[in-house]
């Protein structure tokens, strides 16, 4: 109810507490300490990562980004560590990825979560990816009760909290978005440093020509991969000019590609948006997700939002970006409501849905 404000069943913390975030469910690896203090207040104490890179025109493979996984993961979170000042004696809970994710990364995150927690007799909490990007963006942001939408290289979802659970207004039916853009880089060679789909960013702010390509809305839901194979076959086009050479006006380059592919995926992202926010009344969007921290969707969306008497909240790429603090302080929130992961149970699993947890920390 508007001016309500309800109690949420997360009693208020008697000491403080610390939580261990361990992050692999893809080619980042990050671990973070999250301290929530007894004055009420969420504290980043570290949040460090590292990223698996491969060569421009190659994406990474599940058993490569593994073993980055495994080699960097005592220097990530001894460096985490030591950053936050804190030792492992001192941490209450261990955090980690249980899924959505790729199955080989995953699996190596787990493992180390499960060695330090035998190592210094430590509680396991098993977070859901997704729902440590909406706590983390809810946290940093101070976002009440937005709609989500939740855009990475793995997932692309419109969300909405309702009883104890963030419930899926709308999807995509086939690739994410940020896996759309990624392999598109793939396609016009651009470098995996720092980002493919930061590189596309900048790219299309070169071009200055929108081309058309499909358009798939359906209902709440988008289709990626039809739009994906249009903007590759612009590229066996005669037309297209891969070096950008000037004096031809019918030319496509690049960079006009990346510019098209860019405002017809984010024009379609903002429509399934704005009709969950009309269907739930909501004032607020929440970005969450590695693509949100691209600032042209975050200049679209804002546009939409003003036109609505919205607001819109998004983080940069310390948050947005896959990480071990949003994890920490996913896991943490779940801790103090006593949940704990049995060793015997900390599977992982590829497939982990967003609606399948209980988020027992809110009204």
Known sequence: ???????????????????????????????????????????????????????????????????????????????????????????????????????????????????????????????????????????????????????????????????????????????????????????????????????????????????????ATKGMDISLSGILSAAEAYTLDKRFRAQGATGDEDMITPQDLCFSLQETVFAMLVEITERAMAHIGSKEVLIVGGVGSNERLQQMMGVMAQERQARVFATDERFCIDNGIMIAQAGLLSYRMGYETPLAKTTCTQRFRTDEVHVAWRA
């Open 1 to 215: 109810m508007p001016g309500k404000t309800r109690k949420t069943p997360l009693k208020d913390a008697d000491r403080d507490y610390l939580a261990l975030g361990l992050e692999g469910s893809a080619n980042k690896l990050g671990a973070g300490i999250m301290k929530h203090s007894k004055d009420g207040a969420a504290i980043v104490l570290s949040n460090i990562r590292h990223t698996y890179i491969t060569p421009p025109g190659e994406g990474f493979q599940p058993r490569d980004t593994a073993l980055h996984h495994r080699e960097w993961a005592l220097k990530v979170i001894n460096d985490c560590l030591t950053k936050a000042g804190v030792s492992m004696h001192e941490i209450d809970c261990i955090c980690f990825t249980k899924g959505p994710g790729m199955g080989a990364p995953l699996q190596s995150v787990a493992l180390i979560a499960r060695t330090l927690s035998l190592l210094f007799s430590k509680p396991l909490v098993g977070v859901n990816h997704c729902v440590g990007h909406i706590e983390m963006g809810r946290e940093i942001t101070g976002a009440q009760n937005p709609v989500v939408l939740y855009v990475s290289g793995g997932n692309t979802q419109v969300i909405a909290y309702s009883r104890q659970c963030y419930r899926i207004f709308g999807e995509t039916l086939d690739i994410a978005v940020g896996n759309c853009l990624d392999r598109f880089a793939r396609i016009i060679n651009l470098s995996n440093d720092p980002s493919p789909g930061y590189n596309i960013e900048q790219e299309a702010k070169k071009g200055n020509r929108l081309l058309s390509l499909p358009y």
